[in-house]
């Protein structure tokens, strides 16, 4: 083993994913009994829907949830009004495939990403509890009990994907600093109904006693029922106190409770560390930071820490640089912070943000989300600007690269993240010189690196024998021409977690080459 991941919620699973499709020995434990029920967080937001397309389960994930739910708001009986849900998202684009938040129960995520990592010969550990950690300089030693039984294992790293309760975190003593607020509370729980259509999502937003809202959960039979508790609320509400609460505030008797599958009570809890890392004790998703459900941001900002860290250890592992692992925290702990930030003002507003509020999706869609000060980045020349485009528009080092679409050497169409999908780095061309480099890194780094060369149009003839380690393709429509602010022969270095590592407006070999490397392991040519 060379991995413990301590947790098997979604940020867990992706960790595991991500390290098991680069060939580490990774081992998945969770304490408890087995998978969870309820649907706890449920949306997902483009920039996450864009990573499990890279990680290959991004099918099953649209099958299981949907885009499009308009919220119908009442008072008592009476509709005030029905609008889309992300009425101000754009339609999907060549950069951005996916541009609205998809709703889909948090347990049907993890069922998906469960399947993934069984397809890698991994299975969750269930009711294994982690008791004690210990460290030095090589190795983690980690004591693990299952069925009254103990036993200790090693490991080069630990990752603490446990929530917001952290056994790592807590056996490393790293603080969780900020509070919990115990005079607000929030019943989530799933319950099967009648008197109510599956086709919006139903809100009473002042409602006598607090807002309700009723959720239809996509490919189910039930409802998310979300409401406003008081502070001394007791926690264990039977099936008759759920049905009273919903009947007094919908003022409605023809909404029935049938069933109640899973119920929790959330209370205001905003708080994150002060470092992600103890030397070989890495911490992701909820163990790190907690926050407001405004926004459906938790689980999507687990998932990307967890995307940020996988690539990076599976590299160190293989011999690259330890300086790639203090990365993790330079760039993901600035984004727990603004997520933070967020949350709790979408929260104070909108008092926990039940049903996103229009003008909001630019903040909460994470598609702008970047590490400008990243000290993995490196941007060389001078980026020009494509005519008619606003300042600003080209894609500098630390941004998410976006993708395009494009046409192979035979003239079929394809999408630049189609180049991307997978555990490896993309080196982009624009330009015969760039060409040239991404060529020669793809030839020096086959394991490691996938190099693309966009013509700009059919007629450049750029013969592929050239270039054998290239794919070639035509920006036929110019959007990746204008999508990532190309005049000129631009060279790119896309990191495997798709954020652009390298811009260079003058390209050239000897920087391009000491670039990658301090990305990959050091490996012999």
């Known amino acids: 083993m060379q991995v413990l991941v301590v947790g098997s919620g979604p940020v867990g699973l992706v960790a595991a994913c991500e390290l098991a499709r680069?060939?580490?020995?990774?081992?998945?434990?969770?304490?408890?009994?087995?998978?969870?029920?309820?649907?706890?967080?449920?949306?997902l937001q483009p920039r996450t829907i864009e990573l499990l397309d890279d990680l290959g389960v991004v099918g099953q994930i649209l099958a299981a949830g949907r885009f499009r739910?308009?919220?119908?708001?009442?008072?008592?009986?009476?509709?005030?009004?029905?609008?889309?849900?992300?009425?101000?998202?754009?339609?999907?684009?060549?950069?951005?495939?996916?541009?609205?938040?998809?709703?889909?129960?948090?347990?049907?995520?993890?069922?998906v990403l469960r399947e993934k990592i069984a397809s890698y010969g991994i299975a969750v550990e269930y009711g294994s509890r982690l008791e004690n950690l210990e460290q030095d300089d090589n190795v983690v030693h980690a004591a693990i009990v299952r069925e009254s039984k103990s036993e200790t294992v090693e490991?080069?790293?630990?990752?603490?994907?446990?929530?917001?309760?952290?056994?790592?975190?807590?056996?490393?003593?790293?603080?969780?600093?900020?509070?919990?607020?115990?005079?607000?509370?929030?019943?989530?729980?799933?319950?099967?109904?009648?008197?109510?259509?599956?086709?919006?999502?139903?809100?009473?937003?002042?409602?006598?006693?607090?807002?309700?809202?009723l959720c239809p959960l996509a490919a189910t039979s039930s409802f998310q029922l979300q409401t406003i508790l008081a502070a001394d609320s007791r926690g264990d509400l039977s099936r008759e106190e759920i049905q009273s609460l919903i009947s007094v505030r919908s003022g409605r008797s023809d909404i029935e409770v049938r069933n109640v599958l899973w119920k929790s009570i959330w209370r205001s809890n905003v708080r994150m560390v002060d470092r992600y890392r103890n030397g070989r004790v890495f911490l992701a998703g909820d163990?790190?930071?907690?926050?407001?459900?405004?926004?459906?941001?938790?689980?999507?900002?687990?998932?990307?820490?967890?995307?940020?860290?996988?690539?990076?250890?599976?590299?160190?592992?293989?011999?690259?640089?330890?300086?790639?692992?203090?990365?993790?925290e330079e760039e993901r702990l600035p984004v727990a912070a603004d997520v933070l930030g967020l949350s709790s003002k979408l929260h104070s507003k909108h008092?926990?943000?039940?049903?996103?509020?229009?003008g909001q999706s630019r903040d909460t869609l994470q598609?702008?989300?970047?590490?400008?000060?990243?000290?993995?980045?490196?941007?060389?020349g001078e980026a020009s600007i494509v005519e008619g485009f606003p300042p600003g528009n080209a894609v500098r080092a630390g941004d998410r690269a976006p993708d395009s679409q494009i046409l192979d050497a035979d003239g079929k169409a394809l999408r630049i993240f189609d180049f991307f999908r997978g555990p490896h780095i993309t080196v982009l061309a624009f330009g015969r010189q760039s060409l040239q480099i991404a060529n020669l890194l793809a030839e020096r780094?086959?394991?490691?690196?996938?190099?693309?060369?966009?013509?700009?149009?059919?007629?450049?003839?750029?013969?592929?024998?050239?270039?054998?380690?290239?794919?070639?393709?035509?920006?036929?429509?110019?959007?990746?021409?204008?999508d990532y602010g190309i005049t000129g022969d631009v060279l790119f270095v896309i990191r495997p977690d798709g954020y652009v590592g390298m811009r260079s407006d003058k390209p050239n070999e000897t920087d391009a080459l000491r670039y990658v490397s301090q990305l990959l392991p050091q490996i012999d040519t």
């Open 69 to 111: 739910l308009p919220v119908r708001r009442y008072q008592g009986t009476n509709i005030l009004s029905t609008s889309e849900l992300n009425a101000e998202a754009q339609e999907p684009g060549p950069a951005t495939p996916y541009t609205r938040t998809m709703l889909i129960p948090q347990w049907r995520v993890e069922e």
């Open 351 to 358: 008092m926990a943000g039940i049903v996103p509020k229009e």
């Open 287 to 328: 163990a790190a930071h907690v926050h407001s459900p405004a926004g459906g941001l938790g689980m999507n900002t687990g998932i990307q820490d967890a995307y940020n860290l996988g690539w990076k250890i599976s590299h160190v592992l293989n011999g690259a640089h330890e300086h790639l692992l203090d990365t993790y």
């Open 22 to 43: 680069r060939g580490v020995a990774v081992r998945l434990i969770d304490a408890a009994d087995g998978p969870p029920v309820g649907s706890r967080g449920k949306g």
């Open 445 to 482: 780094y086959p394991r490691y690196v996938r190099s693309l060369g966009l013509s700009f149009s059919v007629s450049e003839k750029i013969g592929p024998s050239s270039y054998p380690a290239t794919t070639m393709a035509v920006d036929h429509l110019g959007y990746s021409r204008r």
């Open 155 to 213: 490991a080069s790293y630990v990752v603490g994907c446990d929530g917001a309760s952290s056994m790592v975190r807590k056996l490393v003593g790293i603080k969780f600093l900020g509070e919990t607020d115990e005079t607000t509370r929030m019943l989530t729980a799933d319950i099967e109904l009648s008197g109510l259509d599956r086709d919006f999502w139903h809100w009473w937003p002042d409602s006598d006693g607090g807002l309700l809202a």
């Open 367 to 380: 598609l702008t989300l970047s590490y400008p000060e990243s000290s993995l980045n490196e941007n060389s």
